[in-house]
């Protein structure tokens, strides 16, 4: 489905990906690991059309994408929940749901997304007329993954939906995250908290300072010497 071959992002001299390839197939979930600076967002947002590529290509479903806008990558099917968030502050939980369906007009159809994201994420339906700039942290992020799925992606990349959150809130967001996968939606998850993203992942890949140095399924990274004592604290 996703295909990353070579790819170097540079922001000016430094470079932040290093000749990155790597592979999401069609209903999988597979999380991108690393600390921070380790590319795993330039990754995202390379895929997303939000960051220019040096070299090396991105294809999805038979398409380059590298050569396309990003409202053009999202008209493929492929939408993303930023890292931070970055929502609409003075616009309501529902407006800023229906952003995230900026390509569609039919009524119907938004009122069919809008009743799955509200499916997902009851407390967002409580809240559909508070201003998002009142939410609290975790309902931020419920809503950034709620406007992301209103464009109906084939495609969900989620950058680090536990950043800041209380565990409690951890859990319920990654069981949101496996029965969004299990309805359907291929999902690239970057996270640093790996033992969550490992649990959850079909396949993972593991980078450090832009380079590609572990790969395989969630068990066998989970059970990894050098995963366990960099990123799980665990002696190996």
Do not use: C
Request: charged content about 20%; hydrophobic content about 45%.
């Amino acid at each position: 489905m996703l295909e990353i071959r070579n790819l170097q992002v540079a922001y000016g001299p430094v470079v932040a990906v290093h000749n990155l390839s790597l592979s999401v197939r069609e209903g999988e979930l597979v999380s991108i690991l690393g600390a921070n600076g380790a590319g795993k967002s330039t990754t995202l947002m390379a895929i997303s059309g939000l960051a220019k590529i040096r070299s090396g290509s991105v294809h999805f479903r038979g398409r380059r994408l590298d050569t396309m806008k990003s409202h053009e990558v999202v008209r493929l099917g492929i939408t993303q929940a930023p890292e931070g968030r970055r929502l609409f502050g003075p616009l309501t939980v529902e407006e800023n749901l229906l952003l995230g369906a900026f390509i569609q007009t039919d009524r119907a159809v938004l009122a069919r997304r809008l009743a799955w994201a509200y499916e997902l994420f009851p407390r967002l339906a409580e809240r559909s007329g508070q201003l998002a700039g009142t939410l609290s942290g975790g309902e931020q992020q419920m809503l950034a993954i709620g406007r992301a799925l209103m464009a109906e992606p084939r495609l969900l990349l989620l950058d680090e939906p536990s950043l800041g959150l209380a565990p409690l809130l951890v859990k319920s967001i990654f069981n949101t995250i496996k029965s969004i996968n299990a309805a359907g939606v291929t999902v690239v998850l970057v996270e640093q908290n790996a033992r969550a993203a490992l649990k959850l992942a079909d396949r993972a890949y593991v980078l450090e300072v832009g380079r590609l140095v572990l790969e395989g399924t969630g068990p066998e990274l989970l059970g990894n010497s050098r995963v366990k004592n960099t990123y799980l604290g665990e002696s190996g």
